[in-house]
């Protein structure tokens, strides 16, 4: 990898994420000045003032989220950059943005001094972007695959427990030196963040199946159970939360889950 020049702004955008902001990251490769800008959420003076000094080539985004999105097609036009999708999501993308993406990759594949490296759960169409620091940190900006504190939501037609868990797990073993998420700090205790987040959605996990072993057989019943906790404001990601572990565990056949009655009954 080619050591990078990393840029970090904390966009106020409409999110459900705590921080009430998402980062956009500016990514420079330090020989060759080609310049990589990343989940561009919306516009703000000091990303507007740095898109115009740099001659920026490339637009990603880690998901197609709207709190991910909003500047892609302004920053698109203020620049002559390419804007890009992960192939086979271009449509989706296209949707989110208002312009279809000029250029598609997939994983493994080189966005100027990024690889890009499919991390589905959160988003079907998540990923991440690895980097080498001019420092010398091996880096990976992550979008919404983890934060600090607190835990990330997957549920919703979008969501994959899964796929999410594998993802965590893919960049666990990369063995990154810190994580740049979509919302929040620096991770800079990557793993102990990533195994936190393992440990956390096996725990919830575990709760959700006990909940059906004793008798509760809707998501209203066992999010009562699974969650021991003030869920106001955010009840309604924690039952979509509930429903993406319910159907993690139909599909280990642990047990039956109907999803047009909602239904879940207990195998063992």
């Known amino acids: 990898m080619r050591p990078v020049e990393i840029d970090r702004f904390s966009v106020p955008v409409e999110t459900r994420a705590p921080t009430g902001q998402t980062n956009a990251y500016l990514i420079q490769e330090v020989e060759t000045d080609e310049t990589v800008l990343i989940d561009p959420a919306g516009r703000i003076d000091a990303l507007d003032a740095a898109v115009a000094e740099q ?12 709190d991910h999105v909003g500047a892609v097609l302004a920053y698109g036009m203020q620049s002559t950059a390419d804007i ?4 086979t999501h271009e449509t989706r993308l296209a949707e989110a943005i208002g312009v279809y993406p000029a250029q598609t990759f997939r994983d493994g ?37 983890a934060i600090e504190p607190g835990s990330i ?10 796929a999410y868990l594998n993802s965590l797990r893919l960049l666990r073993n ?14 800079t205790e990557p793993v102990k963040t990533i195994d936190r987040l393992i440990q956390h959605r096996h725990e919830r996990e575990a709760r959700v199946h006990a909940a059906i072993k004793t008798g509760s057989t809707s998501p209203d019943t066992i999010l009562e159970a699974a969650y021991d906790k003030d869920l106001t404001g955010v009840r309604d990601l924690a039952r979509l939360t509930v429903i993406a572990h319910i159907e993690k565990l139909a599909a280990e ?5 109907n999803p047009d009655t909602e239904y879940v009954t207990r195998t063992e």
């Open 55 to 66: 001659s920026v080539a490339h637009i990603a985004v880690t998901h197609s989220h709207p």
């Open 84 to 87: 890009w999708s992960v192939h």
């Open 109 to 145: 594949d080189q966005i100027g001094p990024v690889t890009a490296i499919a991390t589905p759960g959160h988003a079907a169409d998540h990923v991440a972007f690895e980097i080498k620091t001019q420092d010398g940190d091996h880096a990976l900006i992550c979008g919404d695959l």
């Open 153 to 162: 939501f997957v549920g919703g037609a979008d969501g994959d427990m899964n």
């Open 174 to 187: 990369r063995e990154p030196d810190v994580l740049y998420p979509g919302h929040g700090d620096p991770i």
């Open 253 to 257: 056949s642990k047990i039956e889950w």
